[in-house]
Each structure stands twice: as structure tokens, then as C-alpha cells.
């Protein structure tokens, strides 16, 4: 609804205006169609522009994080762990994927070196999706489909080397550009999907593959 009332309102603004500049004496009657078709304009691209702005602000965050990464000295790979593991829904960046995770932790040690605990864009996701289904394309589509709206529809394909989730008419903004973070956790789409199955398949997960082409975006899990 929120979406069609931006346009509705440039329609009406623009219909008013128009009446008013044809008919006589009707000066308050331009008044008002400028005026509705201002709010229009403001109300269709307002959401955008505060979505751009809100990115903007949330870069520091993540050079936080990439600068995080290098400082500790490990490669930009995550694996995402569900809270049945961890207490919450996390993303450990390590060497090698870690046996265990210490809860409240931010940075441990492992086998491998040391390991970076992240809250994820998946992470926050999930606070937004609430409880989740036990099937997999279910929970996908619930989650980043209907209640995150970042694409138009999913479709999951389960192999035994892993789980192939397609994506088509992908909506997501580009929250780290080249910052190291990206490659370690994933675009947003793959961060949200990595999540989502790692707390439906009560079990660690890793993206070992993310490509898009236009507005269909191929993640690869395992």
C-alpha cells in the first residue's frame, strides 16, 4: 500500500493542477494540486533516499569490522553458525571452520589462528523473520522474500555437496562496497540465506559460492 500511495498522490496532484490551470478563478485549487503533487514526489522517493543515507551512516560499521578482520590477521572467510551453537546467530571469520564458538566472544583462538566473531546483516534478518519453518525454501521464502522483500521469489535445490539457492528479481542495497567484509560474509541476499539455513539446518554453514546476473543472484551453501 505504502508503495502505490507515492504515485497515487502524483496522479491526483497532477489531475488538480491541470483543472485548475484550465478553469478561471481557481488559484486555490492550484495551491492544492502543487501541494499533493509534492507530497507524491516526496512520499515515492523519500524511502530511497533515507535507504541510500542509512547505508551511508552504516559504512563505519563495517570498515570497523573489515579493519577488525585485517588487524587479526585471518582470511576474509566466514561461517555462519545458528544460535543453537553460539546463543545467537553469529559469523566467524576463520582460517578453518572452529569446532566450537565461546559465547560473548569477539575474538577466540582456534587450530587454525585466531577466529573474529560478526553480527551479520543475516543476523538482524533473523530478528526480523522470527520463527522459522523446519523446511529450508520455506524459511527462505518467508524470511528474504515476503518479510525482507529483497527478491521476488526462491527456489532451493539440496545436493549432496551442498544447497543451491537461486534468487530472481533481486532488491538489495550494496552495504560494503570493496570493504575486506564483503568477501568474508557475503553480499546481503547471501548473508540472509547463509542465516536462514544455518538456523533451519541447526548446523554451521559457509557460502562457497555467490554470482548475479541483472536481477538473479545464485548462492551456493555447503
Known amino acids: 500500500m505504502q508503495n502505490d500511495l507515492g504515485p497515487s498522490l502524483i496522479v491526483l496532484g497532477v489531475a ?3 483543472l485548475a490551470l484550465v478553469q478561471p478563478n481557481l488559484a486555490p485549487l492550484l495551491a492544492l494540486g502543487l501541494a499533493v503533487l509534492t ?5 515515492a522517493w523519500e524511502p530511497a533516499a533515507r535507504e541510500r543515507v542509512l547505508s551511508k551512516l552504516g559504512e563505519a560499521g563495517w570498515e ?6 585485517q588487524t587479526a590477521g585471518v582470511p576474509p572467510k566466514a561461517y555462519y553458525f545458528p544460535s543453537s551453537l553460539a546463543g545467537r546467530p553469529i559469523a566467524v571469520v576463520a ?10 566472544a569477539l575474538i577466540f ?16 534478518a533473523l530478528e526480523l523473520c522470527g520463527e522459522l519453518p523446519g523446511d529450508l525454501a ?18 532451493v535445490a539440496e545436493r549432496p555437496d551442498g544447497v543451491v539457492v537461486e534468487y530472481r528479481g533481486i532488491s538489495a542495497p550494496d552495504l560494503y562496497g570493496r570493504l575486506l567484509v564483503r568477501p568474508a560474509l557475503g553480499g546481503v541476499v547471501a548473508s540472509a540465506t547463509a542465516a536462514v539455513a544455518a538456523e533451519v539446518l541447526k548446523k ?8 548475479s546476473h541483472g536481477k538473479a543472484l545464485r ?4
Open 204 to 211: 554451521p554453514v559457509e557460502i562457497v559460492e555467490e554470482s
Open 219 to 222: 548462492v551456493v551453501l555447503r
Open 39 to 43: 507530497t507524491g514526489l516526496l512520499t
Open 64 to 69: 570497523n569490522a573489515s579493519a577488525l578482520i
Open 95 to 104: 582460517a578453518e571452520r572452529p569446532e566450537a564458538v565461546p559465547r560473548d
Open 138 to 155: 520455506e524459511a527462505l521464502r518467508g524470511c528474504v522474500v515476503n518479510v525482507l522483500g529483497l527478491a521476488r521469489s526462491v527456489s
Open 16 to 18: 488538480i493542477s491541470v
Open 109 to 124: 583462538k582456534t587450530k587454525a589462528g585466531p577466529a573474529v566473531v560478526l553480527s551479520t546483516p543475516g543476523t538482524k
